[in-house]
């Protein structure tokens, strides 16, 4: 099992800008003014995640694996509690950050399990987030969730700004082109092409 805390999370203008605009919402200052709102932003969140792989022998691997394959791995990522408002630019984008905050944690997670993966000759599925609450607090138990400060309380994830994902390895089925070759019969001699 890894744990990472504290790691940069690097939040851009132009994918919240992108976002709000596929959201139906205007975000009616500079891409510069935003940025320097999203940097302080993220200055002050506190990402954290948590993830192990498992065979493909485990008993939870139909809970949580997105499709079948050798294995899957489960990503548990929070950013913390929501420390001070968003004003003035994320008015009524607080969703839209947050989402693109824990996309990142999720990302930074599979970065490192994707390079695993490739060692084992394996490439991975996309990404499934679990929003199921039964499976959320089936997977803050399996991954013993309190080392990030995650817990499933109420009937949904504390802090409120926190994910569970997996994805599964699928094994990369390399064929090979191999040369006919030629038969011969035991004990035959070899004949040259230009008898």
């Known amino acids: ?30 891409q510069e003014a935003v940025q320097g709102d999203l940097d302080r932003i993220a200055k002050s969140l506190k990402p954290a995640i948590l993830f192990d792989t498992f065979g493909i022998e485990d008993p939870d ?3 949580f694996s997105p499709v079948s394959g050798i294995a899957y791995s489960l990503i548990l ?44 000759s ?11 609450p ?11 969730a309190g080392k990030i400060g995650m817990s499933f309380q109420d009937g949904r994830l504390t802090p409120l700004l926190s994910s569970v994902a997996s994805l599964a390895w699928v094994s ?12 011969r019969e035991p004990g035959a001699e070899t004949v040259s092409a230009e008898s």
């Open 1 to 30: 099992m890894r744990k990472i805390v504290g790691f940069k999370i690097q939040l851009r203008a132009f994918e919240l800008m992108r976002r709000a605009k596929k959201s139906g919402l205007a975000l009616e200052v500079s």
């Open 172 to 183: 990369k089925i390399k064929k090979k082109k191999s040369k006919p070759q030629p038969v």
């Open 134 to 144: 039964e499976i959320q607090e089936a997977a803050v138990k399996k991954m013993d």
């Open 61 to 63: 691997r139909k809970v």
């Open 77 to 120: 990522a929070t950013i913390g509690e929501a420390s001070s408002p968003l004003e003035p630019v994320s008015v009524g984008h607080e969703t839209l950050i947050w989402e693109m905050a824990l996309e990142e944690c999720r990302k930074f997670a599979v970065e490192i399990i994707s390079s695993e993966a490739q060692k084992d």
């Open 122 to 132: 394996c490439e991975l599925s996309p990404v499934s987030l679990l929003l199921a």
